[in-house]
């Protein structure tokens, strides 16, 4: 599995953004199941909320099977906090968050992302770092 941000979500169905091609070249290459979060999907219909088709197609990709959305169970905020807190200089939003404790429980290394700087400098419980597509 790819645990997947809300800036490749964005730019893949908005054609404006500068990394459409390039998130629309890294989507075709994944062979395996992508995971988000709630609070991603947030952002990102949000962002996309200018553009009503994005919005749509982004409904037909996750209602296809293209993204899978994982549910955090309350027995996990305070582990959400904790990040939020440890990263507060950053400081680390809620969807980051809860990428980052999506990779703990479900011990998953490579996160498709354009925010390359934060995702570097988090540290998950399992590993050293993150594997960061697109390279």
């Known amino acids: 599995m790819v645990i997947i941000d809300t800036g490749p979500i964005v730019a893949f169905f908005d054609e404006s953004e500068p990394s459409h091609e390039i998130c629309k070249s890294t989507l075709k290459k994944i062979k395996v199941p992508l995971l988000t979060s709630w609070p991603v999907l ?19 990709f996750i209602i296809a099977g293209g993204l899978n959305v994982y549910d955090i169970p309350s027995s996990d905020f305070g582990r959400l906090r904790d990040l939020m807190e440890k990263y507060s ?3 680390m939003d809620l969807a ?6 999506i990779a703990e429980i479900q011990k998953i290394k490579t996160v ?20 960061i597509i697109p390279g």
Not at 42 to 60: A, I
Not at 114 to 130: A, E, G, I, Q, S
């Open 42 to 60: 947030t952002e990102s219909f949000y962002l996309l909320g200018d553009w009503r088709k994005g919005q749509s197609e982004l409904w037909d």
């Open 89 to 91: 200089d950053k400081p």
């Open 96 to 101: 980051d968050a809860t990428l980052v404790l």
């Open 112 to 131: 498709f992302t354009l925010d390359r700087d934060d995702f570097y400098l988090y540290r998950p419980k399992h590993f050293t770092h993150f594997n």
